[in-house]
């Protein structure tokens, strides 16, 4: 049993039609996997008829009880949809997939017999298809061998294949003692040759059912090794990422020193790497993901799109999913917003905006309005106009001779608090700066562009209810536009579609992306008012158009995408449902106060950063070549949660979609890691 420990597989076993030998080819391989020491377990989640599941416990001789291995059973041999609708009996779902996980933590290798081919249809809406996907197992398909059998297989792999199952490979069951023919001999090659599907090999006809004849018979008839070995990309994935690839955001000396980790997979809230290792994803993969990796709805939406245009230009075209997705985002956005303008990062979003707001005002006679204000620790992208209101000097000060001039004020966050005064005092006393500002250059100023409610970049700085709302009545005062860059903070990230609902700000143009799309492709969107739509309506010979745009504006896939993860939030009411997770966020939080070298934790919403400090009184910041904020999500990664850093920050932004128990994991091992290492480091 020495292999035993090594190994935690799990396989799903389908047929290209009923009546091919899955239960046969089941039997044969869970028995030779037994032969090599491995603790094999068995399930077949719907049986209508017979008594396959009986018979793989009898023979397999494993001690899982009938109702485990065969959680539904009907008595008339029908497809399970009609079996099952005619004794009134439902299969739930998440039954199924619950037993699996117990059978699977169990045994070594579990084996999972699906009912006949894989569109079958379990219950209403519902295939054996999606229970493959739902279970997250690699598949072997089984074939009988003849006439047909290239058609049926074909059929049965590329559906797997289209909905991003992982086909191990196809076995086949010889159904008869007579000699082969021509079809018998050669259509296994030719299926591997049209498929590029590995043929596992062929269970030859067993005229008793016993364990001494199937391993006598079987023992080379089947490729165990091939089945078992895994499917992990290789080892020069890592090489190739060294030698080709320069990461954003990343000092590449230090990167060359380091063990790359590469995510070859993802499904709900976790990440796989190409070792097989799965992680939980902390950061939403930079703040994108909303439902979960792998939505099979957005997913469905995206190949359907593929169906039918993958990609047709909005330059002089219009196309149906940019039309529609526009009609969802002006009802969700906040009052006024009329008009959308599509472009694929939140920094294109934004220099879209900028742009916008400069030429409203060149276009209707206004020339002297050319200013953009911006605050202090601010963050709007890394193209050059947005990083030219960045408030943040590390991603600026290299590029200041290539960038335009704007008018930075104090941002209202400000950290450690001056003694005497609450947070929301000292926010709308720093804001004092912004308002003389306005007031002696609102005839320059075309815009104010600000991140509402949280300074992500900066550190996750929160700004007090009440000082959005101040910002907006001042631009409004003091006719200035206002741009609400949601890039960030939109799409459910603080508690409401978007963080200027908090205090009901309706902006004159909004910047989005990231969350847009649920995490799937690059898309954003500049919306603005009927007003500064109307400013670039002239004629033709003025000149006066809007020249910006780009090559993938308004994608169709992109778009399709757009609109599945709004539909996903109405239907699955994402928002009605996010509060409980965020009061066990802010109650996780509440602990982290309590280390010694952490100095402060700031939230809103699903948003969080936990910043690390040498010492809290007199409150001093690690060095920034210490790396202590990059150092604890190195060794987070060991522990299985992917977190990243903005220096000493530990960022927390899973997707909204995360449960409660990964939730209070990932907090767990955040928690025990931090501790850990500013424990090793007393300064």
Same mark, same amino acid.
């Given at each position: 049993?020495?292999?035993?420990?090594?190994?935690?597989?799990?396989?799903?076993?389908?047929?290209?039609?009923?009546?091919?030998?899955?239960?046969?080819?089941?039997?044969?391989?869970?028995?030779?996997?037994?032969?090599?020491?491995?603790?094999?377990?068995?399930?077949?989640?719907?049986?209508?008829?017979?008594?396959?599941?009986?018979?793989?416990?009898?023979?397999?001789?494993?001690?899982?009880?009938?109702?485990?291995?065969?959680?539904?059973?009907?008595?008339?041999?029908?497809?399970?949809?009609?079996?099952?609708?005619?004794?009134?009996?439902?299969?739930?779902?998440?039954?199924?997939?619950?037993?699996?996980?117990?059978?699977?933590?169990?045994?070594?290798?579990?084996?999972?017999?699906?009912?006949?081919?894989?569109?079958?249809?379990?219950?209403?809406?519902?295939?054996?298809?999606?229970?493959?996907?739902?279970?997250?197992?690699?598949?072997?398909?089984?074939?009988?061998?003849?006439?047909?059998?290239?058609?049926?297989?074909?059929?049965?792999?590329?559906?797997?294949?289209?909905?991003?199952?992982?086909?191990?490979?196809?076995?086949?069951?010889?159904? $008869? @003692?007579?000699?082969? *023919?021509?079809?018998?001999?050669?259509?296994?090659?030719?299926? #591997? =040759? %049209?498929?590029?599907? !590995?043929?596992?090999?062929?269970?030859?006809?067993?005229?008793?059912?016993?364990?001494?004849?199937?391993?006598?018979?079987?023992?080379?008839?089947?490729?165990?090794?091939?089945?078992?070995?895994?499917?992990?990309?290789?080892?020069?994935?890592?090489?190739?990422?060294?030698?080709?690839?320069?990461?954003?955001?990343?000092?590449?000396?230090?990167?060359?020193?380091?063990?790359?980790?590469?995510?070859?997979?993802?499904?709900?809230?976790?990440?796989?790497?190409?070792?097989?290792?799965?992680?939980?994803?902390?950061?939403?993969?930079?703040?994108?993901?909303?439902?979960?990796?792998?939505?099979?709805?957005?997913?469905?939406?995206?190949?359907?799109?593929?169906?039918?245009?993958? $990609? @047709?230009?909005?330059? *002089?075209?219009?196309?149906?999913?940019?039309?529609?997705?526009? #009609? =969802? %985002?002006?009802?969700? !956005?906040?009052?006024?917003?009329?008009?959308?303008?599509?472009?694929?990062?939140?920094?294109?979003?934004?220099?879209?905006?900028?742009?916008?707001?400069?030429?409203?005002?060149?276009?209707?006679?206004?020339?002297?309005?050319?200013?953009?204000?911006?605050?202090?620790?601010?963050?709007?992208?890394?193209?050059?106009?947005?990083?030219?209101?960045?408030?943040?000097?590390?991603?600026?000060?290299?590029?200041?001779?290539?960038?335009?001039?704007?008018?930075?004020?104090?941002?209202?966050?400000?950290?450690?608090?001056?003694?005497?005064?609450?947070?929301?005092?000292?926010?709308?006393?720093?804001?004092?700066?912004?308002?003389?500002?306005?007031?002696?250059?609102?005839?320059?100023?075309?815009?104010?562009?600000?991140?509402?409610?949280?300074?992500?970049?900066?550190?996750?700085?929160?700004?007090?209810?009440?000082?959005?709302?101040?910002?907006?009545?001042?631009?409004?005062?003091?006719?200035?536009?206002?741009?609400?860059?949601?890039?960030?903070?939109?799409?459910?990230?603080?508690?409401?579609?978007?963080?200027?609902?908090?205090?009901?700000?309706?902006?004159?143009?909004?910047?989005?992306?990231?969350?847009?799309?649920?995490?799937?492709?690059?898309?954003?969107?500049?919306?603005?008012?009927?007003?500064?739509?109307?400013?670039?309506?002239?004629?033709?010979?003025?000149?006066?158009?809007?020249?910006?745009?780009?090559?993938?504006?308004?994608?169709?896939?992109?778009?399709?995408?757009?609109?599945?993860?709004?539909?996903?939030?109405?239907?699955?009411?994402?928002?009605?449902?996010?509060?409980?997770?965020?009061?066990?966020?802010?109650?996780?939080?509440?602990?982290?106060?309590?280390?010694?070298?952490?100095?402060?934790?700031?939230?809103?919403?699903?948003?969080?950063?936990?910043?690390?400090?040498?010492?809290?009184?007199?409150?001093?910041?690690?060095?920034?070549?210490?790396?202590?904020?990059?150092?604890?999500?190195?060794?987070?990664?060991?522990?299985?949660?992917?977190?990243?850093?903005?220096?000493?920050?530990?960022?927390?932004?899973?997707?909204?979609?995360?449960?409660?128990?990964?939730?209070?994991?990932?907090?767990?091992?955040?928690?025990?890691?931090?501790?850990?290492?500013?424990?090793?480091?007393?300064?």
């Amino acid at each position: 049993m020495g292999q035993s420990a090594k190994i935690k597989k799990i396989f799903f076993i389908t047929g290209t039609d009923t009546g091919v030998g899955k239960t046969m080819f089941t039997l044969t391989l869970g028995i030779l996997l037994q032969e090599k020491g491995f603790d094999v377990g068995v399930m077949k989640p719907v049986q209508c008829g017979g008594s396959d599941s009986a018979f793989l416990k009898k023979h397999l001789g494993v001690d899982d009880s009938l109702e485990k291995i065969n959680p539904y059973f009907a008595l008339e041999p029908l497809s399970p949809y009609l079996a099952f609708k005619r004794c009134r009996k439902e299969i739930r779902v998440e039954k199924i997939i619950d037993v699996a996980n117990e059978l699977r933590a169990r045994h070594d290798v579990l084996l999972i017999e699906g009912a006949g081919g894989v569109l079958v249809p379990i219950k209403k809406g519902y295939l054996v298809a999606d229970l493959i996907r739902d279970l997250d197992c690699e598949v072997i398909v089984v074939s009988r061998l003849g006439l047909g059998t290239i058609n049926h297989s074909l059929l049965t792999i590329n559906q797997l294949k289209g909905q991003g199952s992982r086909v191990k490979g196809i076995g086949f069951n010889c159904l $008869h @003692s007579g000699k082969m *023919g021509i079809a018998e001999e050669t259509n296994p090659a030719a299926i #591997k =040759e %049209l498929t590029g599907v !590995a043929v596992l090999g062929t269970i030859p006809f067993l005229k008793e059912i016993s364990r001494r004849e199937i391993v006598k018979k079987c023992a080379g008839a089947l490729d165990v090794k091939k089945i078992l070995e895994s499917g992990a990309a290789p080892l020069s994935y890592e090489e190739w990422d060294k030698k080709y690839i320069w990461h954003p955001f990343t000092q590449m000396q230090d990167w060359q020193k380091e063990e790359p980790l590469i995510i070859e997979e993802a499904r709900g809230s976790y990440l796989k790497d190409t070792k097989g290792r799965w992680y939980i994803d902390g950061v939403s993969s930079l703040w994108v993901n909303v439902h979960g990796h792998r939505k099979r709805a957005i997913d469905d939406a995206i190949k359907n799109q593929i169906d039918k245009v993958s $990609h @047709s230009t909005l330059l *002089g075209l219009g196309n149906t999913p940019s039309v529609e997705l526009a #009609k =969802e %985002l002006v009802s969700i !956005a906040p009052k006024g917003l009329q008009k959308v303008f599509y472009s694929d990062s939140g920094s294109t979003a934004v220099e879209i905006a900028l742009k916008i707001a400069y030429q409203y005002w060149q276009n209707i006679g206004r020339a002297q309005k050319r200013n953009i204000v911006h605050f202090e620790h601010s963050y709007h992208g890394d193209t050059l106009g947005s990083v030219s209101v960045g408030g943040i000097d590390l991603f600026q000060k290299v590029y200041r001779d290539l960038i335009f001039k704007a008018i930075k004020v104090d941002s209202p966050y400000g950290f450690p608090i001056l003694k005497g005064m609450s947070r929301a005092e000292y926010a709308f006393a720093r804001l004092k700066n912004f308002e003389n500002v306005l007031a002696k250059k609102n005839k320059t100023i075309a815009a104010v562009i600000v991140e509402p409610l949280v300074q992500a970049a900066a550190g996750i700085l929160v700004w007090p209810m009440g000082i959005l709302k101040r910002v907006a009545e001042l631009c409004r005062q003091y006719d200035c536009l206002l741009i609400a860059d949601e890039v960030a903070t939109g799409f459910g990230r603080t508690g409401k579609m978007f963080a200027c609902k908090h205090e009901k700000v309706s902006p004159d143009i909004l910047c989005l992306a990231k969350g847009l799309t649920g995490g799937y492709l690059p898309l954003a969107a500049t919306l603005t008012t009927q007003r500064i739509f109307d400013g670039f309506l002239f004629p033709y010979k003025d000149q006066k158009t809007f020249f910006h745009g780009h090559t993938y504006t308004g994608n169709p896939l992109a778009c399709a995408a757009a609109l599945a993860n709004l539909k996903v939030f109405e239907k699955e009411k994402t928002l009605y449902n996010l509060p409980p997770k965020i009061r066990l966020l802010t109650d996780e939080l509440r602990r982290f106060r309590r280390l010694a070298h952490v100095g402060d934790v700031r939230q809103k919403g699903f948003m969080a950063g936990i910043e690390l400090v040498r010492t809290k009184d007199p409150y001093e910041h690690y060095p920034w070549e210490e790396k202590m904020g990059a150092r604890v999500c190195q060794e987070l990664r060991k522990h299985g949660v992917i977190l990243r850093p903005l220096g000493n920050v530990i960022v927390l932004m899973p997707p909204l979609a995360i449960k409660q128990n990964e939730l209070k994991r990932m907090s767990d091992i955040t928690y025990r890691i931090i501790e850990k290492i500013t424990k090793r480091d007393k300064g």
